[in-house]
């Protein structure tokens, strides 16, 4: 599973950063490493300097499946780490249903049907 980490120029993104960033998505989301090929994290501030409260640090994580469009989140926090936690939560909790849904019906697809034949009702005479 690749991580890609790009910030705006109001976020400084150094290495400390880029580890919690890794360590989390890895903590997170290690049990869909099979179905993703990349993860793309977005982080900025969107209002910068002009405010100094409110959530304006924002993280956009898009995750890149194989054979199926990449599926993004975002959060809105006060911290950086606390946008990157919250967005690492939306997408566990989204690739948890999206997989999920997805071997439902593969399983549903390929495994023969067990159910007992109706049984006729008898005739009446």
């Known amino acids: ?3 890609q980490i790009n910030s705006d120029r109001n976020i400084q993104a150094d290495e400390r950063l880029a580890e919690f960033v890794r360590d989390t998505l890895k903590n997170k989301l290690e049990r869909f490493s099979d179905h993703i090929t990349r993860i793309e994290v977005h982080l900025s501030d969107e209002n910068s300097h002009t405010k100094q409260d409110g959530n304006d640090k924002r993280c956009l994580l898009e995750a890149r499946l194989q054979g199926m ?3 993004a989140v975002t959060e809105h926090a006060a911290e950086v ?3 990157v936690t ?7 909790r989204k690739l948890s249903s999206v997989i999920g849904k997805l071997r439902d019906k ?3 697809s390929v495994s023969p049907d067990f159910s ?3 049984a006729a009702e008898p005739e009446q005479g």
């Open 106 to 108: 593969q399983s549903r």
């Open 116 to 118: 007992e034949p109706e």
């Open 69 to 71: 469009e990449p599926m």
């Open 1 to 3: 599973m690749q991580i």
């Open 86 to 92: 919250g967005a690492a939560d939306k997408m566990q």
């Open 81 to 83: 780490g606390q946008a």
